[in-house]
């Protein structure tokens, strides 16, 4: 089959790979219907995390070919979404809401890639949840942000508490940000501030719920967002970059007593005791439980409740990887949709 492998910092390949088979009684195998880059892969592109002859790409769905004996939930034909933390579901640390942090959890790339045409998904019982049918062609866009970008904005929003009263700050306006922005909306917030420099990410924003929009960055970003609340900050803050200006940004913007939800992958970021200790803020973050929000994500994709598809604005074949990978480095994509 063919698939995506990065030999190095910027040198992205698809090239031939090793057909996947059933090789643990709990596997199932798929054929990929459609796949996409995640901004997180731009890390080892960019040289930030090592890279050497990885296989990229932990956000996808398609269709179930096999599965192994002890496989319950799953039967050929199903049309699965699947989680970037392989799970089983079923652990302790899985049944507290935190399947990410499963006794058994295996992080997609690098091990299994699934930038490809086909892939082998352990612990497939845990880790993929079907469909309610063959999805159209329409919806495919919308069930793939569920793999990975929607649930994790919607972990940061859930985990900062986003509500009913509420004020929202999102600090990043890549994919997982707007997400945010569209899972403070879904979870009822009654002001969504988007922090954006980007007219066409500013534009999407709105669309899914932004109230307001604020350019600022850094200390200007927090006086702005502290102007816009009384002078208190939000009640609620998702931090969605990972970065020591970002994350700083996100605890000044949070009020005293309020949450910070922070999901951006984080590089070397450094914040002291005495920071925390008086910003008296509760925080909640890291990679995010997407499989346990994946059952209702997908409900309200399948009712077209919510359009988070539009968060794809380029679409590629697989074998032009390289190209998007370099559109997303470049800031010409927002994320990029591989078609398989």
Known sequence: MRGVVM?????????????????????AVIRLSATCICGSDLWPYRGVEPADHMLMGHEYVGVVEEVGAEVRTLRPGDFVVGSFVLSDNTCEICRSGFPSKCVNAEFVTGTIGTQAERARIPLADGTLVATPGSPPPDLIPSLLAASDVLGTGWFAADAA???????????????????????????????????????QRQ???????????????????IARIRELTGGLGAHSVCEAVGTQESFM????????????????????????????????????????PVRRFLPDLIRRVWDRTIDPGRVFDLTLPLEEAAEGYAAMDERRATKVLLTV
């Open 161 to 199: 508490q986003a509500g009913p009263g509420r004020t929202v700050a999102v600090v990043g306006d890549g994919a997982v940000g707007l997400m945010a922005v569209l899972a403070a909306h879904e979870l009822g917030a009654e002001r969504i501030i988007a922090m954006s420099r980007h007219p």
């Open 7 to 27: 030999h190095a910092p910027g040198d992205v390949r698809v090239e031939e790979r090793p057909d996947p088979r059933i090789e643990r009684p709990t596997d």
């Open 203 to 221: 534009e999407l924003a709105r669309s899914y719920g932004a109230t307001d929009i604020v350019e600022e960055r850094g200390e200007a970003g």
């Open 249 to 288: 940004q996100a605890i000044g913007c949070t009020r005293s007593g309020g949450h910070l939800g922070f999901v951006g992958v984080d590089h070397d970021v450094q914040v002291s005791g005495a920071r925390l200790f008086f910003a008296e803020i509760h925080t909640l973050g890291g990679p995010a």
